[in-house]
């Protein structure tokens, strides 16, 4: 039998400076690139965080929030929101009918969801995800997405728990910011295919500013 081993959409620029990699939710990922100290470090000023593992569903039509809440799954009531719709899972949704499910790092709704049957379900139907997703956090943060995005992202412009779909270094991209581990982060995704370009923009950016890429191990101890 032969396995396939996921790999990150960002894998390429990874490789190149040489992390140290690990599984998460059946995908190769960036665990760390620098020491504990360095990366604690990059995590105070600015850091840049490779999430692409995390697991994902996607699901659109009238009766997809229905599907979801069957599921035992709670869903945003307006659009364009977001709502922890089970425990360290994530739900947005995008418009009024599409619902993007991603559990976090010890999150475990997704694989339930995997159960979905096309042709027993009328109403909705799944989307297939194949995200680049980043958590970009740190005081110079701000500094960072001003320099890419034409939107005002400080707190009295941002709805409370919106969920933003604007263009991060020409990049069209989803955005939601939250609070993890008691820190303000934000979190952006794309296309899988402009994943490695963008982490090379958000890193070359965080180290001009003084930070850097902080792998999964730094970002979730």
Request: glycine fraction near 10%; charge should be negative; include cysteine.
């Amino acid at each position: 039998m032969t396995i396939f081993i996921k790999t990150t959409p960002v894998a390429y620029t990874h490789y190149a400076v040489q992390p140290r990699i690990g599984m998460h939710h059946g995908m190769e990922i960036a665990l760390s690139f620098e020491g504990d100290s360095t990366e604690k470090a990059h995590k105070q000023v600015l850091a840049v965080t490779d999430v692409s593992c995390f697991a994902r569903f996607g699901i659109k039509g009238p009766k997809a929030a229905d599907w979801l809440n069957q599921q035992g799954i709670k869903t945003p009531e307006v659009m364009n929101a977001w709502v922890e719709g089970a425990p360290n899972t994530l739900v947005l949704r995008l418009g009024g009918s599409e619902f993007l499910v991603e559990d976090q790092a010890q999150g475990k709704a997704c694989e339930a969801l995997t159960s979905f049957d096309q042709a027993s379900t009328t109403g909705a139907y799944q989307v297939a995800r194949s995200d680049a997703a980043f958590i970009l956090g740190g005081r110079e943060v701000l500094n960072l997405l001003s320099e890419l995005c034409m939107l005002d992202l400080r707190d009295s412009a941002w709805p409370s728990h919106g969920v933003v779909m604007t263009q991060v270094a020409g990049i069209s991209a989803t955005l939601i910011r939250e609070s993890l581990a008691g820190e303000q982060v934000y979190r952006i995704w794309c296309d899988g295919t402009y994943g490695s370009y963008l982490w090379e923009v958000l890193t070359e950016i965080a180290q001009e500013l003084g930070g850097g890429a902080v792998g999964l191990i730094c970002r979730f101890q």
